[in-house]
T-cell receptor, first 118, second 109 residues
Framework: DTAVSQTPKYLVTQMGNDKSIKCEQN?????MYWYKQDSKKFLKIMFS???????INETVPNRFSPKSPDKAHLNLHINSLELGDSAVYFC?????????????????FGPGTRLLVL | SQELEQSPQSLIVQEGKNLTINCTSS?????LYWYKQKYGEGLIFLMM?????EEKSHEKITAKLDEKKQQSSLHITASQPSHAGIYLC?????????FGTGTSLTVIP
């Protein structure tokens, strides 16, 4: 069974379009994340949700809006796509049952969504 | 089976001791990345290795890439409580990026 799944795996779209990437985890985790992987393969965190509440919101354009209908899902909606949005987006989850603080949990990653904006 | 295996899964060491974490890929590596997971900040990038035999160091952390074995090791010298956390490796196999299973490190003062 897939622990963290993302759909679609590939997404090719025109500049200016609005698109969504879905993420689901069946691990029963409380915290989910979205990362953007740049051209050098470095990962940068974008958002983090704990029990459907936003806890990390890094400096990303307002065009990016995460939505968490329940704690097993964290979808990423992108409005007015730009060329610079082309990247691989990774979803991850962790069992942060201890809540905010110094407790560290292993993050489990999805397979990534490769977004190409033309 | 995992494309990227990390060992050990967890590690408890006394402060001042040296330790090694391994990351083995089932595919040819074009790049190997080491991260430290920190809650509230996401992944923290530590080092990237691309060439066979490459070795990089930052403070007391050294990472090596053995391209032939499709393996990388992360070595911490004279561990400190600040080194505690989850260490994760990531592998670029050319057309896919995989993550390891993570190694939880506890350093006892």
């Amino acid at each position: 069974d897939t622990a963290v799944s993302q759909t679609p795996k590939y997404l090719v779209t025109q500049m200016g379009n609005d698109k969504s990437i879905k993420c689901e985890q069946n691990l029963g985790h409380d915290t989910m994340y979205w990362y953007k992987q740049d051209s050098k393969k470095f990962l940068k965190i974008m958002f983090s949700y704990n029990n459907k509440e936003l806890i990390i919101n890094e400096t990303v354009p307002n065009r990016f809006s995460p939505k968490s209908p329940d704690k097993a899902h964290l979808n990423l909606h992108i409005n007015s796509l730009e060329l610079g949005d082309s990247a691989v987006y990774f979803c991850a989850s962790s069992q942060d049952s201890m809540g905010l603080g110094s407790y560290q949990e292993t993050q489990y990653f999805g397979p990534g969504t490769r977004l190409l904006v033309l | 089976s995992q494309e990227l295996e990390q060992s050990p899964q967890s590690l408890i060491v006394q402060e001042g001791k040296n330790l090694t974490i391994n990351c083995t890929s089932s595919k040819t590596l074009y790049g190997l990345y080491w991260y430290k997971q920190k809650y509230g900040e996401g992944l923290i990038f530590l080092m990237m290795l691309q060439k066979g035999g490459e070795e990089k160091s930052h403070e007391k952390i050294t990472a090596k890439l053995d391209e032939k074995k499709q393996q990388s090791s992360l070595h911490i010298t004279a561990s400190q409580p600040s080194h505690a956390g989850i260490y994760l490796c990531g592998a670029d196999t050319g057309n896919q990026f995989y993550f390891g299973t993570g190694t939880s490190l506890t350093v006892i003062p």
